[in-house]
């Protein structure tokens, strides 16, 4: 963990519309941050970009990752607390700016359409380079389970300057020499253990002191903050209903804006007529965007009612697309399955199976899926005397900042946004079509906020959609049962990395897959071959929680299982066969089947299934137990094994697995978006059901740490897994294998 | 002009008498701790007491209210915190937090009815959703609220 080591930033530098894009190599140290950048109040003063003291010994740490619910503002917090040795409960969090400090790289390196094994991640970057879409991703965002990675390195050295820093100041104030001075609490000691100064005490002291960028940080023995399940700072306000979400931002003479999005994908608004008597009471106005109807009201109820009771006549050009079909897609991925052009190719060991193998074959398929956040899409914005600002729960400051400027004529500088707490994001929140929404309303009506909502419906139905996909493998069942299977797997689905930058900057599509859907699965197969064939169409799709994990997972997991059976094999024994070069998966997959009871004895019709999937720099293994009763399908417990090197928060690490879980129960058992004449078919959450408390599995957690192992993510691995794990375990306890998803026993 | 009680204090609410009591207290009232989240009440989100009874109150119309004693998140527990949220807080229940008001409304009435609740208790009473997942958790706080509740009393 070398604060020194350098990293690739990317910059998107936008000047008059158009994209510049800036690359330079940023040291960690780099990132720190002098003492203008983080804005300070009265009573505060900032010790360098990154925290600032206040007189009242208030700590107040930047947060550039958006909170929605990951716990990321008090684990970001606790990197910072940590080297300064400050006390917890001193501690607060401000949503960061829009600023080069606080960009993530991680996320961005991350993104690489590439296997992190194939070459070295320099390369990687370097080709990546080359592709149009890259100057907008190194960027304030959220998500690919980035957060705490990215800032692992810069908010320690944050927080070990900034005691420091407060450290000079007491040595000064005391006459003694800095070295001699420890902090307890947040309370700065001199040799003797005397109390000299708290840091608030400490705040009105630093005069022109400047943070210093090479100091030292903490040793992994030397935690006193990190590792411990540490109360979360979002809590109370969350427990007591006063966390503001997008939805609860009031402004004075705040409108209201409800929408109604073209029902079909690639449709147009072509009008609308207003009722004879006029508009309604508290209505405003109703206003037409290229693909929406807005009406726009002192209340939302009262604009939601005129915009769908009935009165108000809209009036839609279908488009291209109003006869899109999902059934009829699934049949050309069917076709494609067998004779589609690969856009990647991927293959390692042996290229011809054994002369005395068996065949196996088997097909399996994903449907689209929504993400259905608790808290509807929502945007609220202000465009007054030129300057635009917009209050919202996202996933990147920096992509609405940019949208917002592009589509209010703005310079960028002329535009703020303030990150709300975030009702779930899931990926969804990283779009930008609400801000884009947001912002036109905003120019209809200049000089009064606004503030955008969605219906469930609206939401359901205008999402960036988790693609459809499929797969289908051929696995070389060799004939002695102790060799090594091998496989190839056509897979066909569309990508959300391939769409997204399109929707950003008005490009097409860049006909990459998902980075993350074509990774080499850990395992040491005696032939392995990937064709990735990746369709573009109108339906949108999205980054939804684990990306491609979250179909090529159930995919690959359960089919592993069918090669174990076929094979006369245990399917944890097959695992850890081929495994035996990765320690830390057999660490972890050893744990979870441990936990479990592996191969102990279940009633009738119950069964257990195991899966494992490394993701996002972490590594989880999962076993599911489910009773099957006629047609129902009871998952009872869920074991959860994880390995992602240091453990920063337990609790947090405990309910992201859960987290996770549910997620991709709710998919596994519930979900499913289907399209029929260019529209979905679902449109709330009785037709796009979830898990509940009475289906809740009981889930236990096992962390598998490791201290000099690199940072995991925790926010998606624990999703992948669970599709496999129950599908395995239906098979288990029934002999029946169901490889399409959502589950469903006939 | 539709008169009802709202965490104990009587206030006069000049709405539409169809509009939900959900978008009145949110909208007319202020009180934004009551949550959105589907409109049909399917989810919970907005779950609030009318007359001590969890109510999902983006289904009730204000004129079926009137007269009647709301409580919502802001109000529960009178002038001290409910043993719920204090259960909610000690064991770290809420990820994202939006639909825990919901939640916590939906228990709270649940242990005013039954003391001591029960795990079927629990699941037929708290049917609402959670997108993040945190049903483990919310299951372990009321039954951590119940034993509160108790030495409370
Ligand atoms: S908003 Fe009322 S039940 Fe969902
Ligand atoms: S905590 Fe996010 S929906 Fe429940």
């Given amino acids: 963990m070398k604060l020194t080591r350098r990293k690739l930033i990317v910059g998107g530098v936008l000047g008059g519309g158009a994209l510049l894009v800036g690359w330079w190599f940023a040291k960690d140290r780099d990132r720190l941050g002098d003492r203008t950048v983080f804005k300070a109040r009265m009573g505060e003063v900032a010790l360098n970009g990154w925290v600032k003291v206040g007189r009242d010994g208030s700590i107040t740490v930047a947060a550039p990752r958006a909170e929605m619910g990951q716990g990321i503002h008090s684990a970001l917090a606790a990197l910072v607390a940590e080297e300064m040795d400050a006390k917890w409960s001193d501690v607060r969090v401000e949503d960061a700016a829009d600023l080069n400090v606080y960009r993530n790289v991680e996320i961005l390196i991350d993104g690489l359409p590439f296997s992190p094994e194939e070459t070295g991640r320099m390369i990687d970057v370097a080709k990546w380079a080359g592709s149009r879409v890259s100057g907008l991703l190194g960027v304030v965002a959220t998500g690919g389970s980035t957060s705490v990675r990215d800032a692992w390195e810069p908010m320690r050295l944050a927080g070990a300057s900034a005691r420091d820093l407060l450290l000079r100041a007491a040595a000064a104030k005391a006459g003694v020499d800095r070295k001699t001075l420890t902090v307890v609490e947040s309370e700065v000691r001199d040799a003797a253990g005397k109390k000299i100064a708290t840091y608030g005490e400490l705040a009105a002291t630093l005069g022109a002191l400047q943070p210093l960028r090479d100091v030292p940080v903490k040793k992994a023995g030397e935690f006193r903050l990190i590792g411990k399940p540490l109360p979360r700072i979002d809590v109370p306000a969350k427990v007591m209903g006063t966390a503001g979400y997008g939805t609860d931002v009031r402004l004075p003479d705040m409108l209201y804006a409800a929408i109604a999005n073209c029902p079909t994908f690639g449709g147009k608004t072509k009008g609308f007529s207003l009722p004879s008597a006029g508009l309604p009471k508290g209505i405003v106005k109703v206003i037409e965007l290229p693909t929406a109807i807005a009406v726009v009201a002192d209340s939302w109820w009262r604009a939601n009612k005129f915009l769908t009771g009935g009165d108000l006549r809209l009036n839609w050009d279908a488009g291209p697309n109003a006869g899109l079909d999902s059934r009829a897609i699934a049949a050309d991925y069917a076709g494609l399955l067998k004779d589609g052009k690969p856009k990647l190719t991927r293959s390692r060991g042996a290229d011809t199976p054994p002369a005395d193998a068996k065949f196996l074959p088997a097909t399996y398929t994903a449907p689209y899926l929504a993400h259905a956040t608790m808290e509807p899409m929502n945007c609220t914005s202000l465009l007054d005397r030129g300057a635009l600002t917009i209050w919202m729960p996202n996933q990147s400051s920096s992509l609405m900042r940019y949208v917002g400027a592009k589509e209010a004529g703005l310079d960028q500088d002329k535009v703020t946004v303030h990150t709300t707490y975030l009702g779930g994001g899931f990926g969804r929140r990283a779009e930008v079509d609400l801000v884009r929404q947001a912002v036109a309303l905003a120019k209809a009506l200049p000089g009064k906020p606004i503030q955008v909502l969605w219906s469930r419906e609206e939401d359901i139905q205008h999402d960036f959609y988790r693609p459809m996909a499929t797969a289908r493998f051929v696995a070389d069942i060799p004939a002695d049962p102790k060799a090594l299977p091998g496989w190839t797997v056509r897979l066909v689905g569309q990508s959300a990395s391939s769409q997204f930058p399109g929707r950003v900057l008005g490009i097409g599509e860049t006909g990459d897959p998902d980075g993350n859907s074509v990774e080499n699965p850990p395992y040491a197969f005696a032939r392995y071959r990937l064709d990735a064939i990746v369709p573009q169409g109108p339906v949108p799709v999205g980054f939804w929680r684990s990306v491609g994990h979250s179909h090529t997972a159930f995919f690959d997991e359960c089919f592993l299982d069918e090669v174990a059976i076929a094979m006369g094999r245990d399917p944890l024994e097959l695992r850890r066969a081929l495994l035996k070069d990765k320690p830390r998966h057999l660490a972890v997959l050893d744990a979870v089947a441990k936990a479990s009871g592996w191969g102990t004895p279940l009633p009738a019709a119950t069964g257990r299934g195991i899966a494992l999937r490394a993701s996002f720099g972490s590594i989880v293994a999962q076993v599911a137990e489910v009773a099957v009763e006629g047609r129902t399908i009871r998952v009872r417990k869920v074991f959860c094994a994880i390995g992602c090197g240091i453990v920063v928060n337990p609790a947090i690490v405990r309910a992201q697995m859960e987290s996770g879980i549910v997620y991709g129960l709710s998919a596994a058992l519930h979900g499913r978006i289907t399209i029929k004449g260019g529209a979905v078919e679902q449109a709330n959450f009785p037709d796009y059901d979830a898990v509940r408390m009475a289906d809740m599995p009981a889930v236990e957690t096992i962390l598998v740490e490791s201290k000099d192992a690199p940072l995991g993510g925790v926010g998606e691995p624990g999703t992948p897994p669970i599709a496999p794990a129950v599908g395995n375990a239906i098979f288990a306890a029934t002999g029946k294998r169901l490889r399409n998803l959502p589950f469903e026993l006939k | ?153």
């Fill in chain 2, 1 to 153: 002009m539709v008169a009802l009680t709202i965490n104990g204090e009587r206030r006069d609410v000049d709405a539409e008498p169809d509009k939900p009591l959900l978008w009145v207290l949110r909208e007319n009232l202020g009180l934004v701790g009551t949550k959105f989240g589907c409109g049909v009440a399917a989810c919970g989100a907005c779950t609030v007491h009318v007359d001590g009874v969890a109510t999902r109150s983006c289904s009730v119309p204000l004129d079926q209210v009137a007269g009647k004693s709301v409580t919502t998140i802001e109000g529960l527990g009178g002038d001290r915190i409910h043993a719920a949220q204090l259960a909610w807080i000690e064991l770290q229940v809420p990820q994202c937090g939006y639909c825990q008001p919901g939640f916590i409304m939906a228990a709270a009435a649940l242990l005013a009815e039954k003391p001591k609740p029960t795990d079927a208790d629990i699941d037929s009473a708290l049917t609402n959703i959670c997108r993040c997942g945190t049903y483990q958790s919310i299951r372990k706080a009321v039954h951590r609220a119940a034993e509160m509740a108790g030495a409370r009393r």
